[in-house]
């Protein structure tokens, strides 16, 4: 296989076209001009991986829109980055036995709620990632489903 040729396999499948790892390069750096701890708007230290991932995803829920590593992709990334941070953050608080059920269903409830606001805001301001907080509250909706569905089926077994 000539090099390069799984890469262009993989942007194909996807629909999205993957930044150069120059490119890359360039927006991780961009990327933590802003969020990193002594960036702008310091909100986390994150490992090139990540931020990478959120690439990754935000080509993949976005197909339609190009990679311009701008500010819009810039943003779009953080809040897909630092939503799952979020939610793995708050879920791996708990041990996942009968009793915590309930309050990881609390807590699905309460992200719920506060992306439901990011939601009506980002549809007032007409803001570039409404369709990732619309997209993140679907995923958490059918978070806490599949946590329901756990829950009774581990309330209905007899140990």
Not at 4 to 15: F, H, I
Not at 64 to 79: C, H, K, L, Q, T
């Amino acid at each position: 296989m000539r090099r390069g040729t799984k890469t262009a396999v993989a942007r194909e499948l996807t629909g999205a076209k993957m930044p150069s790892s120059q490119e890359m390069r360039k927006f991780i750096k961009y990327f933590r001009q802003f969020y990193d701890a002594d960036g702008l708007y310091p909100m986390c230290n994150l490992e090139d991986k990540d931020i990478i991932k959120g690439v990754k995803i935000r080509l993949q829920k976005h197909p339609d829109m190009p990679f311009d590593g701008d500010s819009a992709d810039r943003e779009i990334v953080r809040d897909i980055v630092l939503g799952w941070k979020k939610m793995a953050k708050e879920l791996t608080a708990y041990k996942y036995n009968f009793g915590s059920y309930v309050d990881i269903i609390r807590v699905l409830e309460d992200m719920k709620k506060d992306s439901l606001n990011d939601v009506k805001e980002a549809k007032n301001a007409n803001h570039p990632s409404l369709r990732t907080y619309e997209d993140f509250l679907a995923d958490l909706n059918s978070l806490i489903k599949k946590a329901r569905i756990i829950h009774s089926k581990m309330r209905s077994q007899t140990w």
